[in-house]
């Protein structure tokens, strides 16, 4: 498992949260600089394992950071029931995380059409959530990649949590191509890299018409023959009948076959490598107490794939939808 515990560096971790301005909300782009700075003053073995990470990725996908100095359950608020978060809603220990960590692998963004174009989104159950969104609690959330259906794809999901939910049943599942991968024949990895795909959009992109269809075409493998990137979704990529549609059954089979999972417990914070991963959670009982499950969720750009085209972007920019085509 791709773990670091960090717990011997909590006092450090503390003090670096402590010099970030109190409301984050405030002035978001002087946030994510002063992040920016701190991100300089990490201890040497989080920033190595960051910087790794960015560079080079890993076998599994993913990055857990393990052991995170999270508030006391009873000095958190109540999780969140609706969202975006009150402008003034004070900094949580694992936002300040979120945004030191983030601004080591590259820039925050918000998307203008999801979550109001808000930066940092609160994960947590909500009663009759769309079977996509990731306010689902009862039902599986199935394997997506993040937005892979756009343009300016997060090249990282950071999910952070400051509740699990009470039972510890909600597991955050990451399946890797490069492990996936190995588990195909030459002729299906080369059809996965043949053509694009017709792909559906999620909720948010649809631009309030109930069901524009697949308007975007994804590649299920692209990039470096050797070392292929993901672009996968159960629910939204519809492959052409015939080889494409049978060799990406193979892909999620072997996606399946290769699974890891975390359950992810208040001081913890996941990084996904969105490009080479589909990510899921398993289902979970919510109890509508102000206690239940709580993430706190950015999307990172970085120049690794293209998604900087301009050069001059900032960590707080907020950008709008053009579809893979
Ligand atoms: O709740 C989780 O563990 C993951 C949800 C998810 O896919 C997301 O927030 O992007
Ligand atoms: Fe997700």
Known sequence: MATLDVTAHREQMLSLASKLPAVPRQDLYHFLDVAH?????LPYEVSDTLDAFNQVG??????LLRGLPVEADEELPPTPTSTPAPVGRPRLNMEAFLAVFG?????HTGYAELRSGTVYHDVYPSPGAHHLSSETSETLLEFHTEMAYHMLQPNYVMLACSRADHDRRARTLVGSIRKAVRLLDDGTVATLYENKQPCEVDVAFRGGVEDPGAIAR???????QDDPLLGYDRELLKPEPGPADEAVAK????LDDVTEGVFLTPGDLLIIDNFRT????T???PRWDG????????????????????GGERAGDVITFTPRR
Request: positive net charge; without cysteine; hydrophobic residues 30%.
């Open 37 to 41: 700075k701190l991100a300089q003053e």
């Open 58 to 63: 890993n076998e599994d996908g993913y990055l």
């Open 103 to 107: 601004r080591r692998l590259g820039l």
């Open 218 to 224: 994804v590649k299920p493998l692209y990039g470096p």
């Open 251 to 254: 892909l999620s089979q072997a």
């Open 278 to 281: 589909t990510h899921a959670r």
């Open 283 to 285: 289902p979970f009982t």
């Open 291 to 310: 206690r239940d499950r709580w993430l706190h969720r950015v999307y990172i750009r970085t120049n690794s794939h293209g998604q900087l085209p301009t």
